[in-house]
């Protein structure tokens, strides 16, 4: 059964929603919860708020509208960053990699069972305002991160990339920037990448020759999620060298390449949901063909006519839950939910008419077997790799809340 696009959504996007609203972004998308997501609404508990809330109850408010159904927390980059270099290369394609997940054998069969991550956890006790000690003094550090970074000198150095003039617009820079790394010297491309990313001179020289080895080829075509980010963060240097990015931000604002630093998880989704200015800019040039930007506010519309929408079902029909009654988006094209369905699920109409319905009497055996495996994955090795050809099964860890506002989310005998 389709359970909807990958979508990535920033705190902009997830603000704008009221909790009813929230509950439709989470039911018909498979979101992808970036780490900065976590460090945004983390740094919020270091954050002014307005007259009559707490810093907690704005925190607690945004985690409770946060998906937790069919959300996963995608890996942090810096982790990605590292295999990529080390030739383990992650699919570019949408798929989200997620972190903390251990090989399983049963019944002759391996796969991969995932717990929930530190962050997943840390949303459930945000939600109920709680907040441990830990998580406050690293809100404090997050708020300086996000505040103060120094592009002075970054700024300078760029300034000498154009000697036959600054771009004039975002698509140029990010045209100059291509045309470097995508350039004839490879070599020298990849080297001055590395240094950019801070990557120890040790390391580099192994990166360099494993490169050689592998007969010079291309960044793109030798290290794809480095290239990416190689890609992101040059365009950003040199859009701000040219002053189509600000380098400094308003007091007590987060800076702009938190904002940037969104992209490096846009090979992870098929649809990039935000209310930000720079990236209502900048996401578009970034996208693959099967990838779609979507303003916040436009989808937020969508949702509250759905809201709308499925407010008018009985009653007798709401108490099943919404993931029972609406496991797909109505059939009208007019809605946006629809089209982006139509668009990333090209094959989900034809699915919806050919499902069969649930046998609930197999449900007994299917949560004997799903803690059976919960009981094997606790002695399983963490470390142990198991390539994607290889998975004959993937189970992850959940705990859904069953109401948010108005809405059942599932009904009360599951």
């Not at 937790?68 to 960053?81: F, P, V």
């Not at 975002?170 to 240094?195: C, H, M, P, R």
């Not at 009653?315 to 009654?325: E, L, P, Q, T, W």
Request: aromatic share 12%; with cysteine; glycine share 6%.
């Amino acid at each position: 059964m389709p359970a909807g696009p990958i979508l990535i959504f920033d705190k902009s996007a997830l603000q704008a929603l009221s909790l009813d609203e929230s509950n439709w972004l989470d039911n018909f998308f498979m979101t992808n919860i970036t780490p900065l997501f976590f460090a945004e609404t983390l740094a919020d508990l270091e954050k002014e708020v307005g007259k009559g809330r707490t810093p907690e109850e704005v925190v607690g408010h945004l985690a409770l509208k946060t998906p937790d159904m069919q959300a996963t927390a995608c890996a942090h980059h810096e982790k990605i960053l590292g295999g990529d270099l080390y030739g383990q290369h992650i699919p570019l394609d949408g798929r989200i990699p997620r972190d903390f997940g251990k090989v399983v054998e049963l019944d002759g069969k391996r796969g991969i069972y995932f717990e929930k991550t530190p962050e997943e956890e840390a949303l459930e006790r945000w939600y109920n305002r709680e907040f441990l000690d830990v998580e406050r003094q690293i809100a404090k550090q997050w708020r300086r991160n996000l505040c103060g970074l120094d592009h002075e000198h970054s700024y300078s150095f760029f300034q000498n990339w154009f000697p036959l003039g600054k771009p004039k617009n975002v698509t140029q820079a990010k045209i100059l920037a291509d045309a470097y790394f995508d350039g004839s010297s490879q070599e020298a491309a990849l080297k001055f990448g590395l240094n950019l990313f801070g990557i120890p001179l040790p390391r580099i020289a192994e990166i360099l020759a494993r490169w050689g080895n592998a007969g010079d080829p291309s960044i793109r075509e030798f290290t794809p999620y480095f290239r990416h980010l190689y890609g992101v963060d040059l365009f950003f240097n040199l859009a701000m060298a040219a002053d189509l990015i600000s380098r400094v931000r308003p007091a007590g604002k987060a800076d702009n390449k938190v904002d940037i630093a969104y992209l490096y998880y846009l090979p992870f989704c098929q649809v990039f949901l935000s209310n930000d200015n720079l990236h209502k800019r900048v996401v578009p040039l970034f996208l693959r063909d099967d990838q779609s930007f979507i303003v916040g506010d436009e989808l937020k519309a969508d949702l509250r006519k759905l809201d709308s929408h499925y407010a008018e079902l009985p009653d007798d029909v709401k108490v099943s839950g919404f993931y029972n009654f609406a496991p797909d988006p109505p059939e009208d094209p007019s809605f946006l939910v629809t089209q982006l369905w139509d668009k990333h699920l090209p094959r989900w109409r034809q699915i919806k008419a050919e499902r069969v319905p649930r046998d609930k009497s197999k449900d007994a055996a299917i949560v004997a077997d799903l803690n059976r495996l919960k009981n094997a994955a606790e002695a399983s090795d963490p470390v142990e790799r198991l390539p994607l050809e290889e998975m004959q099964f993937v189970q992850i860890t959940r705990n859904p809340q069953r109401r948010k506002g108005k809405w059942l989310c599932y009904p009360e005998d599951a």
